[in-house]
Every structure is written in C-alpha cells, then in structure tokens.
C-alpha cells in the first residue's frame, strides 16, 4: 500500500472567521492538494479553533521538517522561519503576492524607507528564488514577471518548474435578494494603492439624480494589517455619511458568512485602483468573493481578472479615470441588458479544472531531486548576485522612481 506523501503549507496569518487573501490562497491550496497528498496547514497561533476539520500545527511548535516530502512557503516567511534552511525535500514557494511592488505604495510617504524596504525585498526574493526548487504564481502576468525578475538577478529557471494557479470560485449559495433600493459597494478598502477620491467627489452628484440610491463601504478596518490607510479618504465618508445618512453606510472588516450575507443584497460593486504597475501584476482576492455571488464590478485595473470581467460582460472596465460619467455609469451596470456569462466564468475557474492543473504540476515536480531542480549555471548566479547587490547599493542615491526602473534593468 503506497502511502501519501505529506505537505507543509506555512499560513502565518489565519482566522477563519476573517478570510484575508493570504488565507484564503494557502486554504485553497490545501483544498486542491489533500485528495493525493496529507496537507497540514502551519499557522501562528492558536489551533484549536478549527471548525473546517483541517490539519493544523503551530508554527512555534515545528522542530523539524524532514517528515514532509514538499513544503510550499511565502518569500516573506523565509525571514520568519529558519529551519527551512536545514530542509532537504522540495520547497514551492508561492509567488501569488507582488509585495516587492506593493509595498512601494504601502509606504510611499516615507521616500527613504521605500529605498531600504526596495532593497530589503530584492534579498529576500533572491533567497525564496534560490532556494526554490519550483514556484506558484497568481496569473500569466506575474509569471512574466517574475522570470523577469529571476533572469535580472541571474537566476536561470525552467519553463515547466513555475506554475499560475489563480483562485478557483464556486457559485454563493444565497439567493439573490430583492430589493425597491439599489445597493452598491465600495469593497478596497482605502489603501494607498486604491484611488477612491474621485468616486467619493461625485457622489453628492449621483445621489443627486437617484436619492434613492444606497452606498455602502465595507472592509474599512483590516483585522490583521498594520499598513498605512488614506486617512483623508476615510474622513470624506464619515462626512459623506453626515450629509447623507439615508444613502452612505460603513461597514467593518465583516466575517466570511456576513460577507457572503452582504454581498447577496448588493446589486453592484466598484474598486478603483491608482497604480497601473501595483494592479496589473495583483490579483484581487475579494473580486473573486464578489464574482462568485453573481455581482457585477465597475472597476479600472488591466489585470487577468478584470480582462475577464470585461471579456464575459462580468461588469464595467474603465478605460480611464478622467471625465468619468458616474451616474451613467452605475445606471449602466445595474440594467439587465448587458448579457454577463457567469456560467463560463465558473468553468473557466472551478476547482475541479484547477486542481487537475495544480495535481499534475506537483506530480511532476515530486519527481526531481534536489539536485536536479538547483540551477546549472550556479557560479554564475552567485557572481551576477554580487554585482546586483553592488548595483543596488547605489540606488538609494538615484531616487524612488530610478530605483524600480532600474529594478528591470540590471
């Protein structure tokens, strides 16, 4: 009797009432992975709390990694968690966050700290794509990405030894609810990558043609993060709300079921973004939340998911956010006469479609050897590595904007 073999998946954050994309991207994982391999699922903190039947472990109680065949980790956890180190099976690390380029716009108050965070995130990159023996990415764009990115550092990979794997999305449960009232959503949050400054200048305007029209904003306050909010923005609801309590609510981080619960009264939604970079290489967990329970999206980012959008009339994308005609627009999106294709939306990204792909990938990869995944050209990886780390000190001097171009160009 052939025994499975066992994978690690280091999930630092996890609350499962509070589904963030993290959690949700290392839960699917797991989802697509347990019918051939035992998945358990590493977590900081407590793991009694496990209500879905799940494996767990505690990140602070592992000695030792050498009873699993693979592990699949996070750059960032490579700083968190030394013994990875000491571990001598496979290591997929998944690459479905671009925090190199996120975290330009979290902290892009802080123009010498953006410099040093730039250069913080370039090593820890060359440590995952070095001691990575295959990767896992989001979309086609990330994938391009990051073999651009692996090639800049001298870090030659295969074809077939990096995968995009995007969220899979099942259809809500809940039954659309009627209502007299249009409903819609502001569901970003107001990070700095966000721009939601010019929908909230016009609303007085919109709420001027149709008075009976609600706007609620949800998911203002993040249950784990730390990073930094456009208070400005935050303020011009509150006062929004002031001027208009019939019409504008705010809604907290909500639970996953009270989520699900809001969206199923919501008729559409919008989420505007500032960064052209920051979203096309992103991919936005909480569209795939809204999708899934047949809500339409107005939205302006160009990533895979928003090309869909547009391409199954799933929505609304703006070509730009200049001279937008906002009551047009919303009267636009919440008609009828636009044929949206949810059914080849659910088959272009369901679970069983997804978890052939992802099974048939890790087959192959199990199948390596140390030896054979680690780059042939390792001399001259480590002496590029040098001279990249040499070029990168002189970026601190040359400015934000030179500092990522010349990211590209090394």
């Known amino acids: 009797m052939n025994t499975k073999d066992k994978i690690l998946i280091f999930c630092e954050e996890f609350n499962l009432n509070f589904f963030t994309g993290p959690q949700k991207r290392k839960f699917q994982l797991y989802k697509l992975l347990q019918s051939q391999y035992i998945v358990t699922l590493a977590i900081s903190g407590d793991t009694s709390n496990n209500t879905l039947n799940l494996n767990l472990i505690s990140i602070q109680s592992i000695q030792s990694l050498q009873e699993y065949k693979m592990i699949i980790i996070s750059p960032q956890s490579f700083e968190n968690f030394k013994l990875i180190d000491f571990f001598t099976g496979l290591i997929i690390v998944d690459l479905y966050i671009p925090s190199i380029i996120?975290?330009?716009?979290?902290?892009?108050?802080?123009?010498?700290?953006?410099?040093?965070?730039?250069?913080f995130d370039q090593s820890l990159?060359?440590?995952?794509?070095?001691?990575?023996?295959?990767?896992?990415?989001?979309?086609?764009?990330?994938?391009?990405?990051?073999?651009?990115?692996?090639?800049?550092?001298?870090?030659?990979?295969?074809?077939?030894?990096?995968?995009?794997?995007?969220?899979?999305?099942?259809?809500?449960?809940?039954?659309?609810?009627?209502?007299?009232?249009?409903?819609?959503?502001?569901?970003?949050?107001?990070?700095?990558?966000?721009?939601?400054?010019?929908?909230?200048?016009?609303?007085?305007?919109?709420?001027?043609?149709?008075?009976?029209?609600?706007?609620?904003f949800v998911g203002i306050k993040h249950p784990f993060s730390k990073f930094p909010f456009n208070h400005l923005a935050v303020q011009r609801v509150l006062q929004l709300q002031k001027s208009f309590p019939q019409n504008i609510f705010i809604h907290d981080w909500l639970k996953k079921q009270e989520y699900q619960e809001f969206l199923s009264n919501i008729d559409a939604v919008i989420l505007l973004s500032k960064s052209k970079i920051e979203e096309q290489f992103s991919i936005r967990t909480r569209l795939f939340e809204v999708l899934e329970a047949k809500v339409p999206i107005i939205l302006n980012s160009d990533d895979q998911i928003a090309q869909t959008i547009d391409r199954l009339n799933l929505g609304i994308k703006l070509s730009s956010l200049n001279n937008i005609d906002f009551v047009a627009v919303i009267e636009q999106v919440l008609s009828d006469s636009q044929i949206r294709q949810w059914d080849s939306f659910f088959e272009l990204y369901s679970e069983d479609n997804l978890k052939v792909k992802l099974l048939s990938f890790f087959n192959d990869v199990k199948q390596l050897n140390k030896k054979e995944t680690k780059n042939p050209y390792l001399n001259f990886s480590l002496k590029s590595h040098y001279r990249f780390l040499w070029k990168i000190k002189k970026l601190k001097k040359i400015g934000l904007k030179k500092a990522i171009l010349k990211l590209f160009t090394l």
């Not at 330009?104 to 410099?115: M, Y």
């Not at 990159?125 to 295959?134: E, H, I, P, V």
């Not at 764009?141 to 074809?159: D, H, P, T, V």
């Open 102 to 119: 996120e975290h330009q716009f979290i902290f892009q108050d802080d123009q010498k700290f953006k410099v040093e965070q730039l250069h």
């Open 125 to 216: 990159y060359y440590k995952s794509f070095s001691s990575g023996d295959a990767f896992l990415c989001a979309t086609s764009q990330q994938k391009s990405f990051y073999r651009g990115m692996m090639s800049a550092m001298g870090i030659l990979i295969e074809e077939q030894n990096i995968l995009e794997i995007p969220f899979f999305a099942k259809k809500s449960k809940l039954i659309k609810k009627q209502s007299k009232v249009s409903k819609i959503a502001w569901i970003g949050g107001f990070w700095n990558w966000f721009s939601p400054e010019i929908f909230l200048e016009k609303i007085p305007l919109i709420l001027s043609k149709n008075n009976q029209l609600e706007i609620h």
